[in-house]
């Protein structure tokens, strides 16, 4: 099992900057893809971007060059720098583990909120 916890979120204007936070606990090793998502009221839950064991990253079209994603192994912490920040940016945001522990797992912090004032 692993459990995630996320920080940083916060309220914001427009052109702003937060850093999120998520810490990993349990069966670390099991992990090989860390991410985080988004969730604005009325739509659905979607990708802001992942990085792999080996430090491969992916990121939404929407956020390349204002997001950058980076993980502390020795910390188990990945985190998501969020520069140049839009009122459309404002959502619940909420990290992820993928990796695979006797079986494929995906597992959810409990997200925090975003707010980006205009």
């Known amino acids: 099992q692993v459990q995630l916890v996320e920080s940083g979120g916060g309220l914001v204007q427009a052109g702003g900057s937060l850093r999120l936070s998520c810490v990993a606990s349990g069966s670390i090793s099991s992990i090989n893809t860390m991410g985080w998502y988004r969730q604005a009221p009325g739509n659905q839950r979607g990708l802001v971007a992942t990085?792999?064991?080996?430090?491969?990253?992916n990121y939404a079209d929407s956020v390349k060059g204002r997001f950058t994603i980076s993980r502390d192994s020795a910390r188990n912490t990945v985190y998501l720098q969020m520069n140049s920040l839009k009122p459309e940016d404002t959502a619940a945001y909420y990290c992820?583990?993928?990796?695979?522990?006797?079986?494929?797992?995906?597992?959810w912090g409990q997200g925090t909120q975003v707010t980006v004032s205009s």
């Open positions: 990085i792999t064991n080996g430090g491969s990253t």
């Open positions: 992820n583990a993928r990796g695979r522990y006797f079986r494929d797992f995906s597992a």
